[in-house]
């Protein structure tokens, strides 16, 4: 035991033994955490439209609805430890959700919305019940057929979900307003959804992020490190994996209900299974134990596509080799890579300073 | 109290618990004691509800408690430790206590508070209880094999248990660092009047602060009562004293 | 319904079955003794196919050569079974089986792409064998020899399996890893040797069921992707790690898939993503497997 035990003691006085965790982190590096990167990156996006070109925009706004999905998956993925290969099935039924409501219902966007991630959430109830039984691989079979069977649903229910032609030109929502807004007066009707998904995906990560760091959030990462031991704390841990797997359910909803309007449809492909591995890719790319890990995955991938598909169609193989190199390389996505290699600088830095090391 | 009643467990024929009564008082320390294989981990399983028994019961103050799932059991007031640490590795020291106290007091379905600035000084003076400060911030898979066991230890104080089970609390420990945790049991279950069930194979560990043992032989208990009457008891050198003699001869 | 649209259904529905059978044996077995779900093994049942075309090309343009096709194409995949296994998949052993999955994932991708860049995006086909096909006539139904031939040799490979595994020394070993790994250990058996085999063998029985398949279905891009959700099923219903529970359970999944699409037009692939869940839900270890 390398702390010797206070045998005789009496228990140490409130407070002032523990030091925040900011503490912890020497004194001289804090400037890189002092900026404000959310605050910096949400108005660098937020210029896109009128610094950047008509396609930027469109990338821009890819990027901001996979940042959500992405996000909404690594609920799961890094913080409850559970590994869903179906979570396609809530973005695509908060796709379908929101893009039948407004293309055949008239129902604006305010209402469709949230629709969409409260119908989304109630599927991922009345599934996760189900798979949260389950443990590991037969979880992952178990969402897979999930959203299997939500996908055959879109493919063949041709009354509701148009079937394999899907649902075609969803309305824009009014966006009217924002052309009287200063300096908005030339914004295209693409340019302005994008500013309002941009705002509606900050808002979501920030409700994510506050869950994540909530009560709930630290529950969760203990059902995640050892489930056993955790029910032994008198947790429920199914019954938090379920909480997790409907919050995941209705934020992946929200952002398919984004990318529904967004790519201007809705489609069964959409709905396919090996899109839930592609945004598992992007968590990952990212670095899943970090929250900001999967934004950055999202970012990366898209960015990534746009640039390798000017030279070549074999994109599934260039993703294939990245994915490689992560799993054996960088286990830790970009975001790890980034932080392992800033703690090196750290650390020879400190050594340097240190007379004792020189 | 905690009481055990005829407790039995058999897996595909093979029984593993075979009619085990045990009555431990409040504020007692006991130990069950018996060879590689007697039973004592599927005891504690049955007791903890990590497995159900094919028949029996067990009481918690009177309370029957038999068969409940872990996360009521703990609700309870029994807290356990494990063989095997049984910690969370990813998270920090003061995490990982920090999720405990927050389990404890109702507040896991709260998804709007900032966790951080909760219990910060009641995961404190149980760190400093169980001599762990100065830790908070380390990652607790990386601490050493005696320091993780600490925090286990640490974890179930947190749901502030009337009953603590622990199983083979030194095992795996140096001489010191078992005389270390010896004491910190021995204050810690005095400071908080708990009722105390262990098993263990360190039998100076045994004898020097168990009020009460119980030998568990083949799924059964052979002996039961005070050390010294144990100590004594004919059954118990043939087969479980004896049995060490011949291991060490 | 007639009786002899009925036969008619049941024999298409046993020939899927069997070929299924071929193809999720495989799958099954690296799962028993691997505890991986491998996503690669549609792709390895893919490259059969195109290596036994391309084999085909090369023996005698005019369409000859089949079986020796099918046996080049079997033991080329299983070498690339080996490759893999050898010289990447066994770095992930012992870690997340996240990483394990989207390693297979990875071949996927990859094997996808080698596969159109190396043959096309075009369809491509094989003619069955001149002894296999003519056709015959079965209670008033027309039956193709070669999917008779299929429905044959899909019960033969089961028995020889369930043979193999249950009265061999290897497949001895094979079953205590299924049980056990670390029992294994101890028994002195090269563990490392025993995953590497099942890996290959499952790999062969992929190239094999693709090479197969040539002469009755056109070899695409995308029937990876398409055959390996099928062949979870088959696994899932069976019992994953099961032999026979494989066997079995690709004879649900073809009829009813066959009968499905008779009562419920359109519906089928919604009946069998059902029938999964199902059994996952109330029997997560399938209709014949044991609980783990």
Same mark, same amino acid.
């Given at each position: ?23 912890a ?79 055949t ?12 991630g ?68 030339d ?17 979501s ?40 797997f ?15 309007i ?30 900001w890990?999967?934004?950055?995955g999202?970012?990366?991938?898209v ?8 030279y ?22 970009i975001?790890?890579?980034?932080v ?19 | ?21 045990l ?32 028949s ?14 872990p ?170 004293l ?8 | ?32 003794v ?19 075309w391309?084999a ?5 343009p005019? &369409? ?7 046996? %080049?194409? *079997?033991?080329?995949? $299983? #070498?690339? @079974? +080996?490759? /893999? ?38 369809q ?37 399996g ?9 497949g ?6 299924q ?12 563990? &490392? ?7 290959? %063998?499952? *790999?062969?029985?992929a $190239? #094999?069921? @693709? +090479?197969? /398949?040539?002469?009755?279905?056109s ?40 009968f499905g ?6 519906f ?11 059994i ?10 044991k609980?783990?």
């Open positions: 035991m390398t702390t010797e035990l206070r045998t005789g003691e009496a228990v140490a006085p409130a407070g002032g033994i523990v030091r925040s965790p900011a503490a982190v020497p004194l001289r590096t804090p400037l890189v955490r002092r900026i404000p990167w959310t605050l910096l990156v949400f108005i660098v996006m937020a210029t896109v439209p009128w610094l950047g070109s008509r396609y930027d925009t469109f990338l821009a706004a890819q990027i901001v609805i996979d940042a959500l999905f992405a996000v909404s998956l690594n609920l799961l993925l890094g913080t409850t430890g559970l590994v869903s290969f179906g979570h396609v099935a809530y973005f695509g039924v908060g796709a379908y959700v929101c893009g039948i409501l407004m293309k219902y008239g129902v604006p966007f305010v209402i469709a919305f949230p629709a969409a409260l119908g989304a959430a109630l599927f991922a109830l009345v599934s996760g019940y189900f798979c949260v039984r389950l443990i590991k691989l037969y979880f992952a079979m178990l969402t897979l057929a999930f959203s299997q069977i939500v996908w055959a649903i879109c493919y063949k229910w041709n009354s509701v979900t148009g079937g394999d032609q899907g649902v075609p030109e969803i309305p824009y929502p009014h966006l009217h307003w924002m052309l009287s807004l200063p300096g908005c007066g914004l295209s009707i693409g340019d302005r959804f994008y500013l309002l998904a941009l705002v509606l995906v900050a808002v990560l920030a409700v994510v992020h506050r869950i994540v760091r909530s009560p709930f959030g630290r529950v969760l990462t203990t059902v995640r490190d050892n489930p056993e031991r955790a029910a032994f704390l008198g947790i429920n841990v199914r019954a938090y994996q379920l909480a997790s409907v919050v995941a359910g209705g934020f992946a909803g929200l952002a398919g209900a984004l990318y529904g967004f790519s201007r449809g809705v489609f069964a492909d959409y709905v396919f299974w090996s899109k839930s591995a592609e945004v598992i890719i992007m968590a990952i790319l990212g670095g899943m134990e970090f929250f890990g999967p934004p950055v999202a970012a990366a991938l960015w990534l596509n746009q640039a390798i598909t000017d070549t169609q074999y994109w599934p193989f260039v993703l294939g080799t990245i994915l490689l190199i992560l799993l054996f390389v960088f286990p830790g996505g975001v790890g890579g980034l392992a290699g800033f703690r090196l600088i750290q650390r020879v830095g400190r050594r340097r300073l240190s007379p004792r090391h020189a | 109290m905690l009481e055990v009643q005829e407790l039995r467990k058999s897996f595909a024929g093979f029984v593993a618990v075979g009619g085990v009564s009555t431990v008082e409040t504020g007692q320390i006991a130990a069950v004691i018996g060879p590689n294989g007697a039973g004592k981990s599927t005891l504690f399983n049955l007791i903890t509800g990590h497995l159900q028994p094919d029996g019961a067990v009481r918690l103050d009177g309370r029957d408690i038999t068969g409940a799932a996360h009521r059991i703990v609700r309870m007031g029994v807290g356990r430790s494990f063989q095997r640490t049984n910690i969370f590795p990813k998270l920090t020291v003061f995490e990982n206590i920090q999720a405990a106290f927050l389990v404890h007091h109702g507040r896991g379905l709260n998804f709007w508070a900032r966790s951080e600035a909760l219990y910060r000084t009641e995961t404190a003076a149980l760190l400093y209880s169980i001599g762990l400060d100065g830790q908070e911030n380390t990652i607790a898979g990386t601490l050493s094999y005696g320091n993780q066991k600490q925090l286990e230890l640490g974890l179930a104080l947190a749901s502030d248990p009337r009953v603590l089970l622990l199983d083979e609390p030194t095992a795996g420990m140096s001489a010191t660092e078992t005389h270390e945790t010896i004491r910190l049991l021995e204050r810690i279950a005095g400071e908080r009047s708990l009722t105390l069930l262990f098993t263990e194979h360190d039998m100076e560990v045994v004898f020097s602060i168990a009020q009460k043992i119980a030998v568990l032989h083949q799924g059964r208990i052979i002996a039961d009562g005070t050390p010294e009457a144990v100590r004594n008891d004919a059954e118990v050198r043939r087969v479980y004896g049995h060490r003699e011949e291991q060490r001869a | 319904m007639s009786g002899s649209l009925v036969f008619s259904q049941f024999m298409g529905g046993l020939t899927t079955a069997m070929f299924l059978f071929l193809i999720a044996s495989g799958l099954s077995l690296v799962f028993g691997m505890r991986v779900i491998n996503f690669a093994h549609g792709s390895f049942y893919m490259l059969g196919a195109y290596l036994a391309q085909v090309q090369w023996v005698q005019s &369409g000859g050569g089949f079986w020796l096709a099918a046996i %080049f194409a *079997a033991v080329a995949v $299983g #070498l690339l @079974g +080996a490759v /893999v296994e050898r010289f990447l998949f066994r770095y992930l052993y012992g870690r997340d089986e996240l990483y394990q999955l989207l390693f297979t994932y990875a071949l996927v991708l990859i094997l996808g792409d080698a596969a159109k860049f190396l043959w096309g995006v075009g491509l086909s094989v003619s069955a064998p001149p002894l296999l096909s003519g056709s015959v006539q079965i209670l008033g139904t027309t039956q193709p020899l070669y999917s008779l031939f299929i429905v044959v040799i899909g019960p033969a490979i089961a028995f020889f369930w043979y193999a595994l249950n009265h061999t020394g290897v001895r070993m094979v079953r205590a890893a049980m056990d790994r670390e029992m294994l250990d101890a028994l002195g058996a090269n563990v &490392g040797t025993i995953y590497t085999g099942m890996f290959v %063998f499952s *790999a062969f029985l $190239g #094999l069921s @693709g +090479a197969l /398949v040539t002469p009755i279905e070899i695409v891009p995308g029937m990876d992707v398409l055959i390996i959700v099928q062949a979870f099923i088959v696994v899932v219903i069976g019992g994953m790690g099961s032999f026979w529970g494989t066997f079995w359970g690709s004879v649900i999944y073809g009829e009813v898939l066959s699409i008779l009562i419920f037009p359109g089928s692939l919604f009946s069998v993503f059902v029938l999964m869940a199902v996952l839900i109330v029997r997560p270890w399938g209709l014949f497997g609980p783990l």
